[in-house]
């Protein structure tokens, strides 16, 4: 069988990958996947055989052994090596096995994202040549935020973006559950919100809400592909949706009415009114309830009428109420004006803003994660001619997605400060995930491969013939894309 004409084209690049001669290993009805018993690498297996048995359209089984069972020809083996790093794998395929060494599950789950872009089609089932990868990631948070509450996007739209950011190794599923327009996780404390705010959406659109119930699921889902979801409730601007369902938030202690349109930084909470710190206290802890993951998002951001004393105030209560209910806080970059706990992950998005109170939060102890609205914002327009999207800050097409570095992107942060890197995707314009996925693909891939791949092994020319390879992949999974014109798409994929 002579070895595939082309070459492999792997996204996020890893750091060595060393293609052998001999013949593939092909997926058949003997392939078993093989794993141990925790019940973390339960799940890995049986989403790994499941996996395999949708590419070759045999029914690849999964058998659990103890750690000491040598394998055996035919498996795919997974193991955890608890002296590695994490999230570092290793990758061996030879012609009668596959092995996927890991330093913990999530490593493991890293690793078949890349088993699954070494198998090319063969023969009426899939096969894999022999090759030998060692990898790990640059960055420990990779991540994508998704807003629902401009218009809403319901768990089977989330687990389509889920399957992909576990495609690309990314591992973090940031999610704006609140916003002027609308409210989109049900509280038991406050079961106002969704009631009487889960409905609207930018334009008079549909709206919708999780309940508590599709939300744990969700994160489940997630979570059993190597996805931690982080929720965000924006405080204490993007708040119409909360004054809307809660008047005793106003200092009329009217209900606000509802908000359709796409302005920003109008609304706000009132530090003094006797109900916003119960109102905090209350979301915050029932957002924590559902959330296994460390961190919660308070936002922060644009909160354009209000005096600094009371926004840090605000900023506080929050930031206590997520850390009473045993949580880390996440905000916007607006927060580094305020005094910080050390630890804070503070999001750069705002290229415009002076930078230097983050760089002085950074000091301080704060983390960052770097979102520039330049760089990173996938809602922006690729260009002039892009139906959908905005363009406050400029047009981003995929090499800009791509050529930028999170740690030197800001001058003057400490070593270490930056402990990743995140994408947004804001969806004033955005209807549907086909509006999604035209915006997502191809500039996902980009960024999964700033945080991912360290700066010296990323070059534009070297990932744009390897992306390539990856629209046929998308348009096999029904995904929407937008064929860049940076990329010469039309590959032989041999
Ligand atoms: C800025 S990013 C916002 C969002 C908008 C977005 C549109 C951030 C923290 N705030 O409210 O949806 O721009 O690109």
Redesign the pocket.
């Known amino acids: 069988m002579p070895a595939p004409s082309t070459p492999l084209r792997l996204v996020p690049a890893p750091r060595l990958v060393e293609e052998r001669a001999g013949a593939p290993f092909v997926v058949t009805a003997s392939t078993t996947v093989t794993v141990g018993t925790s019940p973390a690498e339960v799940s890995l297996g049986v989403l790994a055989a499941e996996a395999l048995s949708r590419v070759s359209g045999t029914t690849v089984e999964v058998r659990y052994r103890d750690v000491a069972e040598p394998t055996q020809p035919g498996d795919v083996a997974l193991r955890v090596d608890g002296s590695m790093a994490a999230e570092a794998y290793r990758l061996d395929v030879v012609t009668d096995l596959v092995e996927v060494v890991a330093g913990s599950p999530d490593g493991l789950m890293c690793g078949l994202a890349t088993l699954h872009q070494v198998l090319r089609p063969h023969e009426g089932t899939f096969a894999a040549w022999p090759v030998h990868v060692d990898d790990e990631p640059v960055h420990a948070w990779r991540g994508l935020s998704v ?1 629902v509450a ?1 218009h809403f996007f319901g768990p089977d739209d989330l687990r389509v973006v889920v399957q992909l950011m576990s495609a690309y190794k990314m591992n973090v599923l940031h999610l704006h559950l609140s ?1 002027d327009q609308g409210w989109r996780l049900d509280l038991p404390s406050r079961p106002e919100l969704a009631a009487r705010s889960g409905g609207t959406a930018v334009d008079g659109d549909p709206g919708g809400w999780f309940t508590t119930e599709e939300f744990s699921a969700l994160v489940a889902y997630a979570q059993a592909r190597g996805v931690r979801v982080v929720p965000e409730i924006d405080v204490p601007g ?1 708040v119409n949706a909360a004054l809307h369902a809660y008047g005793e938030l106003t200092p009329s202690g009217e209900p606000t009415e509802a908000y359709t349109g796409i302005e ?1 930084g109008f609304s706000r909470l009132h530090a003094d009114l006797p109900a916003t710190e119960p109102f905090l206290r209350d979301v915050f802890g029932d957002v924590a309830a559902v959330t296994p993951g460390e961190y919660v998002h308070i936002g922060g ?2 909160v354009l009428t209000m005096e600094r004393e009371e926004y840090a105030r605000l900023v506080a209560m929050a930031s206590d109420a997520v850390r009473a209910a045993g949580k880390q806080v996440v905000g ?1 970059q607006e927060i580094a004006t305020t005094p910080l706990e050390p630890g804070t992950v503070v999001q750069y ?1 705002d290229t415009r803003m002076d930078p230097a109170p983050l760089v002085a939060a950074a000091k301080a102890g704060a983390r960052l994660l770097m979102s520039p ?1 330049s760089r990173a ?1 996938l ?1 922006m327009k690729y260009d002039a001619d892009t139906a959908l999207g ?1 363009e ?2 400029g047009h981003i097409e995929l090499r800009d997605a791509y050529e930028w570095e999170p740690t030197t992107l800001v001058p003057g942060l400490p070593e270490g400060s930056v402990i990743g890197v995140e994408a ?1 995707v ?1 969806t ?1 314009t955005l209807r549907s995930i086909d509006d999604l996925m035209t915006m997502l693909l191809p500039r996902l891939a980009a960024v999964a491969e700033v945080a991912w791949t360290p700066k010296e092994r990323r070059d534009w020319d070297d990932f744009a013939a390897r992306v390539a390879g990856h629209g046929p992949y998308w348009d096999a999974e029904g995904l929407a894309w937008y064929p860049s014109p940076q990329v010469d798409w039309h590959v032989d994929l041999g």
């Open positions: 807003d401009r916003d993007h920003v951001d644009e916007w998005w609205g914002y809602d905005l406050w800050a947004t804001w004033e």
